[in-house]
């Protein structure tokens, strides 16, 4: 019996000790929150097309008034063009304002023809096959008189290029004439 009798405290002990040290483990780290990826700007495909072709349309609207006024303040593209199409629009609007030449008229396009669509990580490009209706539009010089043939194209078939990031509208960065069928 004396064996019992001090196995007993030593029993105590060891679950006092237990108890002590169970309350000096660190809890354990929670896991970590994941960074949201960014997520697709538009819930679909038609979502974009409809911004893009309201984009496309104010580029198309500014586009035509720049010309109206002779390309005098072609910088008013900025809003809807980014490069590398920029650039070009900028140093052909100096050209024709050199020219003394305007434009009459307003274009219009039929609906966007969706090529190509890519929606991830904030950013937006939509590339398109559009065809340009010019038949009410003119070119003409200082005098009033058309620089344009009798016989030119009017409806010019159009591979275009549209990107965004962000809540920032599309803008043009692309805009190629298209020689394959089925746009005009």
Not at 54 to 76: K, T, V
Request: hydrophobic share 40%.
């Amino acid at each position: 019996m004396p064996r019992t009798t001090a196995a007993r405290p030593l029993l105590v002990v060891a679950a006092a000790v237990t108890i002590a040290l169970a309350g000096c483990v660190p809890e354990p780290e929670p896991d970590p929150t994941p960074t949201p990826e960014p997520s697709a700007l538009f819930d679909s495909e038609e979502e974009a097309l409809a911004a893009a072709e309201d984009a496309y349309a104010a580029y198309l609207e500014m586009s035509d008034e720049i010309a109206r006024q002779g390309w005098e303040a072609p910088e008013s593209l900025e809003k809807w063009v980014a490069e590398p199409l920029l650039s070009q629009e900028l140093e052909d609007a100096s050209d024709l304002a050199e020219q003394g030449l305007r434009q009459t008229g307003e274009s219009k396009f039929g609906e966007l023809k969706v090529e190509r669509y890519e929606d991830s990580q904030g950013a937006t490009v939509l590339s398109a096959f559009v065809c340009r209706d010019l038949t009410g539009t003119d070119i003409l010089d200082e005098e009033g008189v058309s620089v344009l043939a009798p016989d030119r194209v009017q409806r010019v078939s159009l591979r275009v290029v549209l990107e965004t990031t962000g809540a920032a509208p599309f803008k043009v960065t692309r805009s190629e004439t298209w020689t394959g069928d089925g746009v005009c």
